[in-house]
């Protein structure tokens, strides 16, 4: 995680296995927010571990929370080229989004965030930014927006507010 040490003071506060949370206090005014950056699983049945270490982490504090990262899973069937189905460990990803009140944004210029390769028909979104809404109480026009893809098979993704 990189932040703008002239407006953040951040620090790390909790490292798991799949996860990495810092907390930031603004130097301008009185906001604080927790950020959980996450590394899931590939394995549809480990992926519980995540869930429940996600589920762990934003149990450790109260406010504003962001929570983003490579899931390795989709949301729903649009969501991958070529699927037809949604199956239960898509629907075990949404009860946790809904579970944690979440609110996960439409993802701006783009649908798929990851590529196998340089094989574009192997496409998916994979990567999210979600955010609670204490988050969402404190800015205005939120949204997450797909940003050009520069030496990785995933693409970059900004959480951008305001106008």
């Known amino acids: 995680m990189i932040w703008d040490n002239n407006i953040w003071e951040g620090e790390v506060v909790e490292i798991g296995s799949y996860t990495l949370t810092c907390s930031f206090k603004s130097r301008v005014n009185d906001f604080t927010w927790h950020v959980t950056g996450v590394y899931a699983l590939?394995?549809?049945?480990?992926r519980q571990e995540v869930w429940w270490e996600i589920g762990a982490v934003r149990s450790l504090f109260t406010g504003p929370w962001v929570l983003d990262g490579d899931f390795n899973i989709i949301r729903y069937a649009s969501e991958e080229r070529n699927c037809s189905r949604t199956s239960m460990y898509m629907n075990d990803f949404s009860d946790v989004i809904e579970n944690m009140e979440l609110i996960d944004p439409p993802l701006d210029g783009g649908i798929y965030t990851w590529?196998?390769?340089?094989?574009?028909?192997?496409?998916?979104?994979?990567?999210?930014?979600?955010?609670?809404s204490e988050w969402e109480e404190n800015f205005c026009n939120v949204k997450q927006e797909l940003q050009p893809r520069v030496c990785s098979d995933h693409a970059l993704i900004a959480l951008k507010s305001g106008n």
């Open 115 to 132: 590529a196998k390769e340089s094989n574009l028909e192997v496409v998916s979104r994979i990567d999210r930014i979600m955010y609670s």
């Open 42 to 46: 590939t394995y549809n049945l480990e």
